[in-house]
């Protein structure tokens, strides 16, 4: 047995069985785990490869550009 590093959970496996880049789900917080050592046993959080969540800077980059064109645009109405 082996505990969630996120949540603290008990997740029971079989740990002789486990392998170095093995992936687990934590039953309770639904953590998707994967096995980063196995003597002795580590796991860690899967690396968040999801860019729904994260703007980059590109993103924030395209927001200015959009809100300056529609300033520029108000300003010109104005006029």
């Known amino acids: 047995?082996?505990?969630?590093?996120?949540?603290?959970?008990?997740?029971?496996v079989e740990?002789?069985?486990?392998?170095e880049g093995?992936?687990?789900i934590c039953e309770e917080c639904g953590a998707n785990l994967n096995v980063s050592g196995?003597?002795?046993l580590e796991i860690a959080p899967?690396?968040?490869?999801?860019?729904?969540d994260d703007e980059?800077?590109?993103d924030l980059d395209e927001d200015d550009d959009e809100d300056?064109?529609?300033d520029e645009e108000e300003?010109?109405?104005w006029k």
């Open 1 to 12: 047995m082996v505990n969630c590093p996120l949540c603290d959970a008990v997740i029971d």
């Open 46 to 52: 899967e690396a968040d490869d999801d860019d729904d």
């Open 22 to 24: 093995d992936s687990l």
């Open 15 to 19: 740990e002789d069985e486990l392998d």
């Open 56 to 58: 980059t800077d590109d």
């Open 75 to 77: 300003e010109e109405d």
């Open 38 to 40: 196995v003597s002795p």
């Open 68 to 70: 300056d064109e529609e």
